[in-house]
């Protein structure tokens, strides 16, 4: 999984798509699941970072990422 | 620095209004332009067009014919403001006067005045109602179009077309039709406006982008700037947008260029369905009233198209800014009614 190469994301949280001109704007967890994206991670390791880091109800957080991946699909941002 | 070269150019289009025409943002490329000095002649058709009174941009401006007119009207009177100005150039702005500026070229030419515009047939082939055949002959995807010009054919292009549908005036102006009870409403207003025919067409549902694009008329893209509208105004205007990195829309531009050997500016619309199909919706003969975007994106539209109607060689624009947004504004001029009066009553200002 990975963002395509031409999306530009901003340290801000700012997300670009220069092909259709779409912005978007990721709050503080969104920006820090894009990183570990960008940093190669897939799914189980993106699950299980954020689980380390912050605790909690796996199943919680297994359904707002594939909610957050969808949506990530549903804008054309991955290249999968 | 060299010096630049100082020119006179006339210029339509000073309707700076809702639906704005190309002139003023024309004028702001050309001021903007390293290689021109430009004096700017404004030529206008209303009282009111705020170019007028733009004296910042516009040095001097004079009330020209309608193109209803005719063309010799139009001649007699930009002669006669030729023997005043020396125009080196003139750059019309307007579909409706193309036809006359296109007809005029070499009486033009003869006092004086260069201009780089499309040939007849270029004009006429890529008419709205002749935008089947252009599909077919260029191998451009279209939306089927039906032309129409009395209610009799509203049935038989429905049941073709299917609804939504689009309902276009000749030179400008588009409705969408939901039911077949709106047709005629958006017929009559639209005939009443541009005349007949109508046009009919397939409602492709998709994102609406634009290129706008400058041909030196021996197949060569000099500019292309790809756009997506990010505010459109009830009149289908952009109010903001954003130039795009999109290798498909900058292909089919220069196919559509290299093919038809276009001559001067043009603004392909287009609409991309949700496969990722482009369709080509419409082109605009002329420089679009987004102009100023190419500009602060790298590519001076209107300058180069100066130096192309003067002769000068214009090595074609390789490069532009992806990213750069307008946002249009509107601004409340004060004017004393001095102003308004000479040029009601002497046609100049």
């Given at each position: 999984m990975k963002i395509r190469s031409n999306i530009a994301v901003s340290e801000s949280g700012f997300v670009f798509d220069p092909s259709t001109g779409e912005s978007f704007t990721?709050?503080?967890?969104?920006?820090?699941?894009?990183?570990?994206?960008?940093?190669?991670?897939?799914?189980?390791?993106?699950?299980?970072?954020?689980?380390a880091n912050y605790g909690g109800e796996k199943p919680l957080y297994e359904r707002y990422l594939v909610e957050f991946f969808e949506e990530l699909r549903n804008f054309n941002l991955l290249e999968e | 620095m060299a010096a630049k070269h100082?020119?006179?150019?006339?210029?339509?289009?000073?309707?700076?209004?809702?639906?704005?025409?190309?002139?003023?943002?024309?004028?702001?490329?050309?001021?903007?332009?390293?290689?021109?000095?430009?004096?700017?002649?404004?030529?206008?058709?209303?009282?009111?067009?705020?170019?007028?009174?733009?004296?910042?941009?516009?040095?001097?401006?004079?009330?020209?014919?309608y193109p209803s007119e005719g063309k010799e009207a139009l001649y007699a009177r930009i002669a006669q403001i030729q023997a005043i100005e020396h125009m080196d150039v003139i750059i019309p702005n307007f579909d409706a006067e193309l036809y006359s500026f296109i007809r005029l070229e070499p009486e033009l030419k003869r006092i004086g005045i260069s201009t780089f515009l499309p040939t007849?047939?270029?004009?006429?082939?890529?008419?709205?109602?002749?935008?089947?055949?252009?599909?077919?002959?260029?191998?451009?995807?279209v939306p089927k179009s039906i032309e129409v010009t009395n209610p009799s054919q509203f049935e038989k292009a429905v049941k073709e077309l299917k609804l939504p549908l689009v309902v276009k005036g000749k030179y400008y102006d588009a409705y969408i039709a939901h039911e077949e009870s709106q047709i005629e409403g958006y017929f009559n207003k639209l005939s009443a406006k541009w005349g007949l025919p109508i046009i009919l067409?397939?409602?492709?549902?998709?994102?609406?982008?634009?290129?706008?694009?400058?041909?030196?008329?021996?197949?060569?893209?000099?500019?292309?700037?790809p756009m997506r509208k990010q505010y459109i105004t009830d009149k289908g205007k952009a109010w903001g947008g954003i130039t795009l990195a999109d290798d498909a829309m900058l292909n089919l531009t220069k196919s559509i260029m290299t093919q038809t050997k276009w001559r001067g500016g043009m603004e392909l619309e287009l609409v991309r369905d949700a496969n990722g199909k482009l369709f080509l919706i419409e082109i605009n003969p002329r420089i679009p009233a987004w102009?100023?975007?190419?500009?602060?994106?790298?590519?001076?539209?209107?300058?180069?198209?100066?130096?192309?109607?003067?002769?000068?060689?214009?090595?074609?624009?390789?490069?532009?800014?992806?990213?750069?947004?307008?946002?249009?504004?509107?601004?409340?001029?004060?004017?004393?009614?001095?102003?308004?009066?000479?040029?009601?009553?002497?046609?100049?200002?």
């Open positions: 990721l709050n503080k967890t969104g920006q820090e699941i894009i990183s570990l994206v960008k940093q190669g991670m897939d799914y189980e390791q993106i699950l299980n970072s954020l689980l | 100082n020119i006179t150019v006339g210029v339509t289009g000073l309707n700076n209004i809702d639906s704005p025409g190309p002139g003023i943002p024309v004028i702001r490329g050309l001021k903007e332009s390293d290689f021109f000095e430009v004096r700017v002649i404004g030529l206008a058709y209303e009282t009111l067009e705020p170019g007028i009174y733009m004296s910042d941009l516009v040095d001097k401006t004079y009330m020209i014919p007849l047939t270029q004009f006429e082939e890529r008419h709205k109602a002749n935008l089947p055949e252009y599909g077919k002959k260029y191998t451009v995807n067409q397939q409602f492709i549902k998709g994102t609406e982008v634009n290129v706008i694009a400058l041909g030196d008329g021996t197949g060569q893209t000099i500019a292309a700037v102009v100023y975007l190419a500009v602060g994106a790298g590519q001076n539209i209107p300058e180069a198209l100066v130096k192309l109607a003067l002769g000068i060689d214009v090595a074609p624009y390789q490069h532009y800014d992806v990213g750069k947004m307008f946002i249009r504004y509107s601004y409340d001029m004060i004017v004393g009614i001095d102003k308004f009066e000479q040029f009601t009553m002497t046609g100049e200002l």
